[in-house]
């Protein structure tokens, strides 16, 4: 099933091939002891991932869940996880962090490197496309 319900909260959305061409132009053309932000356009979650079930042709999440669900969550996981009686992949402060916004600035990086990134529907709409590649080369 896909995820009815997201966090409250939001990133920065970028194209992977746009960070790496950051990171080329910060080797080739940034300043020694100079820090660059390589990010994308700052959306929610709920923005973010209904765009992309739209690309995906498939049902948007319904809402946000409230910010008690992540902080109980994140506490029974620290507290089961600090009694062995459960262990996850990711660490039991992820949970945490859902309801955060962390959004960023790459103007310095657009200015001085060029960096540019593609617009949010084209990497949807890549993304997308990687999935369901991926999703046919599963069932191969």
């Known amino acids: 099933g896909r995820p009815r319900w997201v ?5 920065s959305f970028a194209d992977v091939e746009d960070v790496a061409a950051g990171v080329v132009a910060a080797l080739e ?3 020694v002891g100079e820090r660059y932000i390589l990010a994308g356009h700052d959306r929610t979650w709920l923005e973010f991932t209904t765009a992309l079930a739209r690309a995906l042709g498939s049902r948007a999440p319904i809402g946000e869940l409230p910010g008690w669900i992540p902080t109980g969550v994140g506490r029974s996981a620290e507290l089961l996880d600090r009694l062995g009686l459960w262990r996850s992949s990711s660490s039991p402060r992820s949970f945490r962090a859902w309801g955060w916004y962390g959004y960023a600035d790459s103007g310095k990086a657009m200015r001085e490197l060029g960096y540019a990134i593609r617009p949010l529907d084209e990497i949807v709409e890549r993304l997308a496309e990687a999935s369901a590649s991926a999703s046919t080369s599963r069932r191969k």
């Open 29 to 31: 053309r940034g300043r």
């Open 7 to 11: 966090p409250q909260g939001g990133t």
